[in-house]
């Protein structure tokens, strides 16, 4: 349980926890079928978490696939945004924008998210300015600014106002931290495993709404 953790690992384990559920919790909010969530930390605070997000969804129009390309943008960039929510005060909505761009761009992990993210903006680019000339280097990179000024701008709006449910879920997570059993080997490690199922029966992930949130331009 959470009271056994170190407090170096208990930190670690919820900044962690907080990336994992921004991205559990936004892609509920955003229409996508979810599975489980899995933390583990060692005692020297390596790391790894994930959540299970379902991307097939029908998909009949390029209209719904902008919308799709959008969902899975915010989707991703929820990670590093919802990592910065203040692990101390649940009540805290506030997320930092600059702490949440050094995290996506770091070495920790996240930066699988941020390679995602540019290849998706790319495409999202090309269907929205198809009459761009890709030589164009100078507008083709201010139309990829003003996509993800907006794309970030969404993602805070939705992150600080689905706060409360994913700092409540992140703590949740690390609540159900235990010790690995490691038979001839040294014990150093400590994981959880939420299932699908097991989410699904909490009030927190029940009551997680829909969102639609419009651009900003």
């Given at each position: ?7 170096a ?7 962690i926890?907080?990336?994992?559920m ?12 979810t599975?489980?969530?899995?933390l583990?930390?060692?005692m ?21 696939m902008?919308?799709?390309l959008?969902?899975?943008?915010i ?5 590093a ?27 920790h ?13 790319h ?25 993800t ?17 994913i ?29 699908g ?21």
């Open positions: 349980m959470t009271s056994k953790l170190p407090p690992i208990r930190e670690r384990a919820l900044q926890a907080h990336h994992e921004g991205h559990y919790v936004v892609a509920r909010a955003m229409g996508f079928a599975g489980g969530v899995t583990s930390v060692t020297d605070l390596r790391h790894q978490g994930g959540a299970s997000i379902t991307l097939a969804r029908p998909i009949a129009s390029m209209e719904a902008k919308a799709h959008e969902a899975r943008v989707v991703l960039l929820a990670g945004v919802g990592q910065t929510l203040a692990p101390t005060n649940p009540n805290a909505r506030r997320v930092d924008k600059s702490k949440a761009v050094t995290i996506l761009k770091g070495a992990g996240a930066e699988q998210d941020y390679a995602k993210v540019k290849e998706l903006q495409l999202l680019r090309n269907i929205t300015c198809p009459d761009t000339d890709p030589a164009s280097c100078e507008r083709v990179t201010a139309q990829l600014k003003v996509m000024d907006d794309l970030w701008a969404r993602t805070q709006k939705i992150v600080e106002e689905l706060a409360e449910t700092t409540g879920l992140a703590s949740v997570l690390v609540d159900g931290m235990t010790i690995v059993e490691q038979w001839g080997r040294p014990v150093d490690t400590y994981e959880v495993v939420l299932t199922a097991m989410l699904e029966r909490l009030g927190l992930v029940r009551d997680i709404p829909l969102v639609r949130v419009a651009p900003t331009q």
